[in-house]
C-alpha cells in the first residue's frame, strides 16, 4: 500500500484520516431499516443494531463482497437478512470508500470487504451463511482475502476472528487485533491476506480441511519461479513455459477488485492492456513485451509477455547516481550524465515508434521503463496505454503525471508522455519532482546544490521543461513573508540566511497551528492517525519542542491543548519515547508542568511494553531518557535514579534481541545504538563509566550488521530482512553514527573511530534526499553532520554541516506567512518533527545555537573565502572560535 494513500484522498494540502474528506460521493444505506435501528457511523463503516442485538466477544464474522454496480442491491439483502435475525452487522459507508478499500494500491488484508456480519454463536452463523448464500445466489464480488468462501459463493466468505476492539497495544503506538484460541488463551489475531485459525479451533462449515499446497505453483502451463510483485490487483511474476522452457512474464488480475477511481477493475485493465499490446506487436514490434497468451483461470485473469530482462529505472538510478557517491569524480558524473543522454535518447525513440502507432503510454514513471543488459530501454507495464484518438487515463505516478492545471490548459494530446519524459530526466539529476511542481523557484536552489553533479545545460533544459521557473529567480512576495535566499546569498551570507530560513519555518509552523481542530494541532504525518495526535515524533508534542528549541513562542492555546490531549490519552499511550509518555513528558516538563511530566514518566516506568521493549522508540531506552531529562531540568535526584534502574534493567535483559524492532532492527530507534545513545548519558550524569562499557559494545554489535559500499562508504539496512543502504538518522548510517561520534569523542575505541569515518563518507555526500525531514531526510543529516562538526572540529566537517542546512532552503515551500515543507511521501504538507518542519526547525536551529557559524566584525571588500564543495564557495565567517563542549547540545536529540 502507498505510504498515506487513504490520508492523502481526504484533503488536497494535509494528510487526514478518509472519512475527513468533504465529498465521499453516494453514500450507502438500506432502503429498508425497521423501526427503532438506527445506523452509527465508525471510521468509513456505518455500524447497525436494534433491540434485539449484541455483540459476542468473538466468534465467526461474515464478510459479504459485491460488485461495484451491485453494492446497493447486495447491501440491502444482507441488511434484510440481519435485521430479520436481530444481527449486528456493517458496511462501507460512500463510494469513495468503496472505491478505496479496493483500490489497487490499497491494503490487502481489507481486500474485497463490503458488509461484515457479526453472529452470536456457530448455530447462527451457520443460519446466516445459509441464508446470504441462497440470497445472493448469481450475485458476484470479489474475494475476501483474509477469508474462506461459503461453498459455492461468490459473495459470501467467514473467518474466526474478534468481533469488538480486543486489542494490544504496541510499542510503536499502533494496536494489533486479539482473540482467544481454542484453549482460550489471548493471542494476535493478524488480519493477514491468507484464512488462517487460531490453534484449536477448528472450521464447523466444511466437511474436509482443503490440504495446504506443496509443489510448484501452476497457472496452466507456466511455473511460478519468483513473485515480481503482490498487490490488491493481483500478482505479477516470472515464470517458466513448461512446453519450451521459455522464461516468461505472467500478470494477474483478480475479479472486481483492483479498482480505479473511475471505477474500472484490474480484469479490464488487464483485457484493456492485452489488446493494446497485441496491435502495438503488429504496428510496431518491440516497443512494448511481446503478447503470449490471455485466459482466465478460475476466476482471475492473466496476461502472459515475453519476460524482459533488465531492472527498472528506479533500480539503476539507485546503483548508478552519483549523487549519494562517495567516490565521485568530475570523470565519473560525466560518464553518469553521457549515460542519462543514451537513455533518454532511447526512450524517446520508443515513445516515437508508439506514438506513430496511435498510442500514448501514458503513466512514465521510474518503474515502467526497463534498462536492459546493453543498455537500451523497455517500456513495460501498458495498463494506461491508451489511444491518441482517445481521453488519456486517470492514471498515473505523483510526480510523474501533468497536474491537473496543466491538463486543463495544455490539450497536446501527448501531454502525459512528454511531462513523464521530463519527469524521468528530472529524476536522474534529483528526488525533487513534489517540490518543484508546487514551489518550481525553488530550483535554482536545487542547481546550488547540485554544483559538484552539474547537470548540463541540456539535461537540465529538459528536466526542467515544465517548470520555466526553474531558471528564474523565485518570487518575491511584496510583504518579505515566506522569502528564500537567492545562490548567492546562501554563500555570501549562511548565517544570515538560515537564521532568517529558521524564522520562516517557525512562522510557518504557528500558521498551521489550528487548537480547535479535532484531528491535529499540527499537520502530522499519516501515521498520526494509527498512533496518537499528541507525541514527539507525530504529534502536537513534537512541534512544540521544535518551537521551544528555537525560541519561539508557543500560542498558550496550544500548550492547553497539549496538556489536555495528553492527560485524556494517559491510559491509551504507549511508554516510548517517540510515540509515548516519555516524550511528552518531556515536552511538558519544558512547558513549566513537571507534575504531569512525572505523572507520565512513572507511567512510563510502569507500562508492561517497557519491560518487554528496549528501544529509544518505543521502550525502556526512551523511558530512561526522558527521565534523564527531567533530572537535567530539575535537578531531582530521584529522576537520576529512576534513569539508573532502567540502565540497570538493560543489562539484565537476558535476550536483549526480542527487546529492540523486529527482525533484528539496526539503528538508532529501533537498534543497538539507540540504547548505546542511552547509556552513554546515563555515564555522562552519574560519572559511572561501567555505562560506556556497556554502550560500547552494543555499538560494536551494531557495527557488525554494517557493510561496506562499493564506493568505500560503510551503511547499513533497516533489519536482518533488507540489505538496502540507509544513510537516515532514525534508519540508517547518520543514526548509528551520531551515537558514534559521541563515543569516539569521549570513550576512545579503536573500532569504532576505524568505522566513523566510513560511516560518515556516505552521508556527507546525500545533500538532495527525496524529503526534508528529519527522520529520513536532509534535516537529519544536518543534524548528524552539526554534531559531527561540533566533535571534530576540523574544516571539512564544518563546510559538510553548513552546506547540508544550506540546501534545506530548497525544499521551503511559501506560504500565507513563513515556509511549509512536504513531508512523509512528499504528498502533502507536515509540520511533525518525523517529516515535517519541526524536523526541519530543530536542524537548524542546533547548527544556528552553536559555534559553527559566527558573525564577523565586518565585511571587507574581497574578504577571504573558503573553498566548498563543488566549486562553491563560503565564506570565512564558516567557522569555529573554539573548541565546542558536545556536553551542550545534546539535549537537542530528537
Given at each position: 500500500m502507498l505510504e498515506g494513500f487513504g490520508e492523502a484522498l481526504a484533503d488536497r494540502e494535509y494528510y487526514l484520516p478518509l472519512t475527513a474528506v468533504a465529498d465521499p460521493g453516494p453514500l450507502f444505506a438500506p432502503c429498508e431499516v425497521p423501526p427503532g435501528v438506527r445506523g452509527v457511523p465508525q471510521g468509513i463503516w456505518t455500524v447497525w443494531g436494534g433491540p434485539r442485538t449484541g455483540l459476542a466477544e468473538q466468534g465467526w464474522k461474515i464478510h459479504v463482497s459485491a460488485r461495484l454496480d451491485r453494492a446497493q442491491h447486495v447491501l440491502d439483502t444482507v441488511a434484510g437478512i440481519c435485521f430479520s435475525e436481530g444481527v449486528p452487522f456493517k458496511h462501507l459507508s460512500a463510494r469513495l470508500f468503496f472505491l478505496f478499500l479496493h483500490h489497487k494500491h490499497a491494503a490487502r488484508a481489507q481486500s474485497g470487504k463490503f458488509c461484515a456480519v457479526y453472529p452470536p454463536d456457530t448455530d447462527s452463523a451457520r443460519r446466516l451463511l445459509e441464508r446470504l448464500r441462497d440470497a445472493l445466489d448469481g450475485e458476484e464480488g470479489p474475494y475476501v482475502l483474509t477469508d474462506r468462501r461459503f461453498r459455492d459463493s461468490r459473495t459470501v466468505h467467514y473467518r474466526y476472528g474478534s468481533f469488538g476492539d480486543r486489542s494490544r497495544l504496541r510499542a510503536d503506538g499502533t494496536r494489533e487485533g486479539l482473540v482467544r484460541d481454542g484453549s482460550g488463551r489471548e493471542v494476535v489475531d493478524p488480519r493477514l491476506p491468507a484464512f488462517r485459525l487460531p490453534a484449536g479451533i477448528t472450521d464447523p462449515f466444511v466437511e474436509q480441511e482443503e490440504p495446504s499446497h506443496a509443489g510448484p505453483i501452476l497457472i496452466r502451463d507456466y511455473e511460478v519461479t519468483r513473485a515480481v510483485r503482490l498487490s490488491n490487483a493481483g500478482g505479477a511474476y516470472r515464470a517458466r513455459d513448461r512446453r519450451t522452457g521459455r522464461t516468461v512474464f505472467v500478470k494477474e488480475a483478480r475479479a472486481h477488485n483492483g479498482l480505479v477511481f473511475d471505477g474500472t477493475d484490474a480484469q479490464q485493465r488487464l483485457r484493456h492492456e492485452y489488446d493494446v499490446l497485441c496491435e502495438l506487436h503488429a504496428a510496431a514490434p518491440g516497443v512494448g513485451p511481446e503478447p503470449l497468451d490471455h485466459f482466465t483461470e478460475w476466476e482471475h485473469d492473466f496476461l502472459v509477455t515475453e519476460y524482459v530482462e533488465g531492472q527498472p529505472l528506479v533500480g539503476w538510478l539507485s546503483r548508478s547516481s552519483p549523487l549519494a557517491r562517495a567516490d565521485r569524480t568530475a570523470e565519473s558524473v560525466a560518464a553518469y550524465h553521457q549515460a542519462c543522454r543514451r537513455l533518454l535518447a532511447a526512450l524517446d525513440a520508443s515513445l516515437e515508434r508508439l506514438h506513430a502507432a496511435g498510442y500514448r503510454f501514458g503513466d512514465l514513471s521510474l518503474g515502467n521503463v526497463l534498462v536492459t543488459p546493453s543498455g537500451g530501454v523497455r517500456l513495460v507495464d501498458f495498463e494506461a496505454a491508451s489511444t491518441l484518438s482517445s481521453a488519456p487515463s486517470g492514471m498515473g505516478t505523483p510526480g510523474f503525471t501533468p497536474p491537473p492545471g496543466l491538463l486543463r490548459a495544455d490539450r497536446d494530446p501527448l501531454l502525459s508522455d512528454r511531462y513523464g519524459t521530463s519527469a524521468v530526466a528530472f529524476a536522474f539529476l534529483a528526488p525533487f519532482h513534489e517540490t518543484a511542481e508546487h514551489a518550481p523557484g525553488n530550483l535554482e536552489l536545487l542547481r546550488r546544490d547540485l554544483a559538484d553533479v552539474a547537470p548540463p545545460p541540456d539535461l537540465w533544459q529538459r528536466a526542467t521543461a515544465f517548470h520555466p521557473a526553474g531558471n528564474q529567480a523565485p518570487v518575491r512576495r511584496q510583504d518579505g513573508a515566506g522569502r528564500l535566499p537567492s545562490p548567492a546569498e546562501l554563500d555570501a551570507d549562511p548565517r544570515g540566511c538560515l537564521a532568517r530560513l529558521a524564522g520562516e519555518v517557525a512562522a510557518g509552523l504557528l500558521e498551521t497551528a489550528d487548537a480547535d481542530r479535532p484531528e491535529w494541532a499540527f499537520p502530522p504525518s499519516p501515521e498520526a492517525f494509527r498512533t496518537n495526535n499528541v507525541c514527539l515524533a507525530y504529534g502536537t508534542a513534537g512541534v512544540v519542542h521544535a518551537l521551544r528549541r528555537a525560541g519561539t513562542e508557543v500560542p498558550e492555546e496550544i500548550r492547553k491543548r497539549l496538556r489536555r490531549d495528553a492527560l485524556a490519552q494517559r491510559d491509551a499511550?504507549?511508554?516510548?519515547?517517540?510515540?509515548?509518555?516519555?516524550?511528552?513528558?518531556?515536552?511538558?516538563?519544558?512547558?513549566?508542568?513537571?507534575?504531569?511530566?512525572?505523572?507520565?514518566?512513572?507511567?512510563?516506568?510502569?507500562?508492561?511494553?517497557?519491560?518487554?521493549?528496549?528501544?529509544?522508540?518505543?521502550?525502556?531506552?526512551?523511558?530512561?531518557?526522558?527521565?534523564?531529562?527531567?533530572?537535567?531540568?530539575?535537578?531531582?535526584?530521584?529522576?537520576?535514579?529512576?534513569?539508573?534502574?532502567?540502565?540497570?534493567?538493560?543489562?539484565?535483559?537476558?535476550?536483549?534481541?526480542?527487546?529492540?524492532?523486529?527482525?533484528?532492527?539496526?539503528?538508532?530507534?529501533?537498534?543497538?545504538?539507540?540504547?548505546?545513545?542511552?547509556?552513554?548519558?546515563?555515564?555522562?550524569?552519574?560519572?559511572?563509566?561501567?555505562?560506556?562499557?556497556?554502550?560500547?559494545?552494543?555499538?560494536?554489535?551494531?557495527?557488525?550488521?554494517?557493510?561496506?559500499?562499493?564506493?568505500?562508504?560503510?551503511?547499513?539496512?533497516?533489519?536482518?530482512?533488507?540489505?538496502?543502504?540507509?544513510?537516515?538518522?532514525?534508519?540508517?548510517?547518520?543514526?548509528?553514527?551520531?551515537?558514534?561520534?559521541?563515543?569516539?569523542?569521549?570513550?576512545?575505541?579503536?573500532?569504532?573511530?576505524?568505522?566513523?569515518?566510513?560511516?560518515?563518507?556516505?552521508?556527507?555526500?546525500?545533500?538532495?534526499?527525496?524529503?526534508?525531514?528529519?527522520?529520513?531526510?536532509?534535516?537529519?543529516?544536518?543534524?548528524?553532520?552539526?554534531?559531527?562538526?561540533?566533535?571534530?572540529?576540523?574544516?571539512?566537517?564544518?563546510?559538510?554541516?553548513?552546506?547540508?542546512?544550506?540546501?534545506?532552503?530548497?525544499?521551503?515551500?511559501?506560504?500565507?506567512?513563513?515556509?511549509?515543507?512536504?513531508?512523509?511521501?512528499?504528498?502533502?504538507?507536515?509540520?511533525?518533527?518525523?517529516?515535517?518542519?519541526?524536523?526541519?526547525?530543530?536542524?537548524?536551529?542546533?547548527?544556528?545555537?552553536?559555534?559553527?557559524?559566527?558573525?564577523?566584525?565586518?565585511?571587507?571588500?574581497?574578504?577571504?573565502?573558503?573553498?566548498?564543495?563543488?566549486?562553491?564557495?563560503?565564506?570565512?565567517?564558516?567557522?569555529?572560535?573554539?573548541?565546542?563542549?558536545?556536553?551542550?547540545?545534546?539535549?537537542?536529540?530528537?
Open positions: 499511550l504507549p511508554p516510548g519515547l517517540l510515540v509515548g509518555s516519555a516524550g511528552v513528558a518531556r515536552v511538558l516538563a519544558d512547558l513549566g508542568l513537571p507534575d504531569e511530566a512525572v505523572d507520565l514518566l512513572r507511567d512510563a516506568d510502569e507500562h508492561p511494553l517497557t519491560a518487554s521493549c528496549a528501544t529509544l522508540a518505543g521502550g525502556r531506552a526512551g523511558v530512561g531518557l526522558g527521565w534523564l531529562a527531567l533530572h537535567r531540568l530539575t535537578g531531582e535526584s530521584s529522576h537520576l535514579e529512576r534513569a539508573a534502574a532502567a540502565g540497570e534493567a538493560l543489562l539484565r535483559t537476558p535476550d536483549l534481541r526480542a527487546g529492540l524492532g523486529e527482525h533484528d532492527a539496526r539503528g538508532l530507534l529501533h537498534g543497538r545504538s539507540g540504547l548505546a545513545l542511552f547509556l552513554h548519558r546515563l555515564a555522562r550524569d552519574t560519572g559511572e563509566n561501567r555505562w560506556l562499557e556497556a554502550g560500547r559494545l552494543l555499538l560494536h554489535q551494531e557495527l557488525d550488521r554494517t557493510f561496506r559500499l562499493d564506493d568505500g562508504a560503510l551503511s547499513i539496512s533497516d533489519d536482518a530482512r533488507l540489505t538496502r543502504a540507509m544513510p537516515y538518522l532514525a534508519t540508517g548510517a547518520a543514526g548509528v553514527a551520531a551515537v558514534l561520534s559521541r563515543y569516539v569523542a569521549t570513550a576512545p575505541d579503536e573500532r569504532c573511530a576505524e568505522a566513523l569515518p566510513g560511516l560518515v563518507a556516505g552521508i556527507r555526500v546525500s545533500r538532495t534526499t527525496k524529503e526534508a525531514g528529519l527522520y529520513r531526510g536532509l534535516a537529519g543529516l544536518t543534524w548528524f553532520l552539526t554534531g559531527h562538526a561540533e566533535l571534530t572540529g576540523t574544516d571539512a566537517a564544518r563546510r559538510d554541516a553548513v552546506r547540508a542546512a544550506t540546501g534545506l532552503a530548497k525544499y521551503a515551500v511559501p506560504y500565507r506567512r513563513g515556509v511549509r515543507f512536504l513531508g512523509a511521501g512528499s504528498q502533502r504538507f507536515t509540520a511533525d518533527l518525523s517529516s515535517g518542519g519541526a524536523g526541519v526547525l530543530l536542524a537548524l536551529h542546533r547548527l544556528l545555537a552553536g559555534p559553527l557559524l559566527t558573525q564577523p566584525p565586518h565585511h571587507a571588500a574581497g574578504a577571504p573565502r573558503t573553498p566548498g564543495h563543488g566549486g562553491e564557495r563560503l565564506r570565512a565567517e564558516v567557522c569555529m572560535t573554539d573548541r565546542h563542549d558536545p556536553e551542550k547540545t545534546e539535549e537537542e536529540h530528537p
